[in-house]
């Protein structure tokens, strides 16, 4: 079985500061990596995925995220944060070459400060 | 791209009312699509999944009955909400995974919400 933990709901920087979003995974198998961003009302958009190969994904909008086996985690960083990233932050998990559904974390809500 | 639709957007309907959401893939064939449900400051609960020709498969604790599902081609994925009331009220999203890969992308409709009043 699959589970995601998502560390802190809310995350609150200043704009041009570093963007650091938590997610632990558990996983029987090896596992594929998602996060997801919400905006207020919208679906969710894909930032990025980690599935084989090298650790270290990058993502959309200046996002990466770094897939590290020994500490079962997948944490979501940019180094400068924008207005325009103030959203809903999902981390998710699937079990690789299934056809498997998503397993989402609670989710991290980003505010970004002037 | 991988461009899913939903219809309605927006949906206000009254206790005891059925009410339709309609699920597209639009540039892409889909075997296999998903619907969740997200209560407010929550996150995406998966419903059921939904695959083109057969019955959808229902996760533990999702009334079949009352939340219909019609997957009828590879591009259309439907969900009725029957009888719907007040506590059905949420923001409801479906996915679609592409024809010809595994499932690990799946690519999100913008949701549906809906207010039984």
């Known amino acids: 079985a699959q589970s995601v933990t998502q560390l802190g709901s809310h995350v609150s920087v200043s704009e041009g500061a570093l963007v650091l979003l938590r997610c632990n995974y558990s996983?029987?198998?090896?596992?594929?990596l998602f996060w997801y961003v919400q905006y207020p009302n919208q679906g969710l958009q894909l930032l990025l995925k980690y599935t084989t190969g090298a650790t270290l994904v990058k993502g959309i909008n200046g996002f990466e995220a770094e897939f590290k086996k020994s500490e079962t985690s997948f944490h979501l960083t940019k180094p400068s944060a924008h207005m325009s990233d103030a959203a809903e932050y999902f981390c998710a998990v699937s079990a690789s070459g299934s056809q498997g559904n998503l397993i989402f974390g609670k989710g991290t809500k980003l505010s970004v400060k002037p | 791209g991988a461009v899913v639709s939903q219809h309605p957007s927006r949906v206000i309907c009254k206790s005891g009312t059925s009410v339709k959401i309609e699920c597209r893939s639009l540039d892409f064939q889909a075997t296999t699509m998903f619907w969740y449900r997200q209560f407010p400051k929550k996150s995406l609960m998966l419903m059921a999944t939904?695959?083109?020709?057969?019955?959808?498969?229902?996760e533990q604790g999702v009334e079949k009955d009352k939340f219909l599902i019609n997957h009828a081609s590879l591009t259309l994925s439907t969900l009725t909400v029957t009888s719907a009331h007040p506590e059905d009220s949420s923001f409801y999203i479906c996915?679609?995974?592409?024809?010809?890969?595994?499932?690990?992308?799946?690519?999100f409709g913008p949701g549906t919400r809906l207010l039984v009043l």
């Open positions: 996983s029987s198998v090896p596992p594929y």
């Open positions: 939904s695959n083109e020709g057969s019955k959808a498969t229902y």
């Open positions: 996915s679609a995974a592409r024809l010809g890969t595994y499932q690990e992308t799946q690519y």
